[in-house]
């Protein structure tokens, strides 16, 4: 569940900077709404890693 938290986190973190891109066109805060969604698909990738290993342990 640690992970899952810090999933929540970091969309509440990236919201600001996709206001700032979509609603403004900042073009530096698109960068790093980029970034963040890198990010969160690498930590989607590790949860659903730990998800199918800790079913396949039953």
Same mark, same amino acid.
């Given at each position: 569940m640690e $992970? #899952?938290?810090?999933?929540?986190?970091?969309?509440?973190?990236?919201?600001?900077?996709?206001? $700032? #891109?979509?609603?403004?066109?900042?073009a530096a805060a698109g960068t790093r709404v980029r970034k963040g969604m890198q990010d969160l698909k690498n930590l989607a990738q590790e949860i659903r890693a730990e998800v199918t290993e800790k079913k396949n342990a039953k």
């Open positions: $992970k #899952f938290g810090k999933v929540k986190e970091l969309v509440a973190a990236v919201e600001a900077d996709a206001v $700032k #891109f979509y609603e403004n066109g900042n």
